[in-house]
DNA sequence: TGTTGTTATGGAACGGCGTTCCATGGGCCG
DNA sequence: CGGCCCATGGAACGCCGTTCCATAACAACA
């Protein structure tokens, strides 16, 4: 692996661990999941696949390299507010908002936990649980009991988003899926079927928030 | 596709949409999602890959078809009891139970989500919500923040396991997770690092319950 | 400035993947 | 018995991650 030494200036166009993880990154949010390959991001960066491999260990590092750079932005990002209730609120909604923007985010976080990634956010939340005054053993359980269902719930609705084509709008979405429950077998599925009229006008933020506060609402009430 | 008719009796070893299912789980339990290929699966039904691709249109649609197969087991076999909350928990162990075993299903429950095997398990969980006397819309909000919850701890429960080799037993391994977390930046990571201290000894299992009876609380006292 | 050794590059090649293609065989119906 | 369609399975295609290695760029020293 290579480190890049010396204040000397090398070539203008020298690769490095950040104009590749850069590059990724790029290449990730434009083509998809299925679109980071050596092949193409050496293309992206004018050399050859094998160059990459000098700075960068495998496929796998890549992506938790990209994936850190994104979260480490996005905890970095949360603004600051007043009551640690709030505070909460906004690192999942800051969480919630990069892994729709950049879905293959989520499913770096569930394919490698408790990587960097995984840690910067369970630890803004950790603070936030101690400030709520929660007591020292259930700190842990009220912190990765909200870790698992921001992260959760993110990836579910990130992965919604690509259900169809990028070009099918919110509601036609909505309308579609809703039509689709409804075709439900009505003995295996009465629950579905009745919850399927309220998919169109559905807010998912706001439904992830409402989760948020039933969780925060049950650590009150066993504090 | 092939749709096998007539009551006659084809040749003995006829392949069918069934008989590939069932070799495909066992593939991924004996040998973990890598071990599944086109290849390996036909060689174990002695046949070429060109074959199954009568009866299955593509890989996705297999591991769909393999999941749904494992979750159908699962729901089917929760056990009934007196109270929704209790039905809720039992629901929730066979699901992380179930991914605890065949952490496959877990990754392909985030892939692709909102398909039958989502459903199934969404559609037990919505009608305990109902039992629970939750009101029109909160119904849906209650049941897929606890899907997503379930989901969530239980694909990351799974991975943890397949952070080390299997020969590594579970105190070994939250030994080894503790050491790091107390290795971090003390002024970065403050709160993950006065947690570690709770990581030996630590039950996921009552840890993810735990977590359940928070947002059950949130729902009742929200009710 | 010339020489030497390390750092860094990038093209070629390897084995394996999902998938497609197509020549062939088994079983039913006229 | 002959024709036909369902079903099979091996070969081939284009891609992937990764490895290998010849060689270019650069730093240090004579």
């Known amino acids: 692996m290579g480190t890049t030494k010396r204040g000397s200036e090398r070539r203008e166009d020298a690769l490095s661990r950040e104009r590749i993880v850069d590059a990724a990154i790029e290449l990730l949010d434009e083509e998809g ?24 260990a495998n496929k796998g590092e890549l992506l938790v390299a990209a994936t850190d750079a994104v979260i480490a932005r996005t905890v970095a990002q949360v603004p600051a ?6 505070a909460i ?3 999942a909604v800051g969480v919630f908002e990069t892994i729709d923007a950049h879905p293959w985010v989520g499913a770096q976080l569930s394919r490698a936990p408790w990587e960097t990634p995984t840690l910067r956010i369970f630890e803004r939340i950790g603070r936030q649980v101690q400030a709520l ?6 700190q842990f359980t009220s912190a990765s009991a909200l870790l698992s269902y921001i992260v959760g719930v993110s990836i579910q609705n990130a992965a919604n988003g690509r259900l169809f084509e990028p070009s099918v709008d919110r ?9 689709r429950w409804k075709q439900l077998d009505a003995h295996e599925y009465p629950f579905t ?31």
Chains 1, 2 share one sequence.
């Open 193 to 223: 079927r009745k919850v399927a009229a309220q998919l169109p006008g559905h807010d998912d933020l706001a439904e992830f928030l409402a989760g948020i506060d039933l969780i925060l609402a049950g650590i009150a009430a066993s504090r």
């Open 171 to 179: 509601a036609d979405f909505l309308d579609t899926m809703s039509a």
């Open 89 to 91: 609120r906004g690192i």
């Open 133 to 138: 005054g929660v007591s020292g053993r259930a």
């Open 81 to 86: 507010v007043a009551t640690p209730h709030e």
């Open 33 to 56: 999941e299925s679109g980071l390959t050596f092949r193409s991001l050496a293309s992206r960066l004018a050399t050859g696949p094998g160059a990459l491999y000098w700075h960068i």
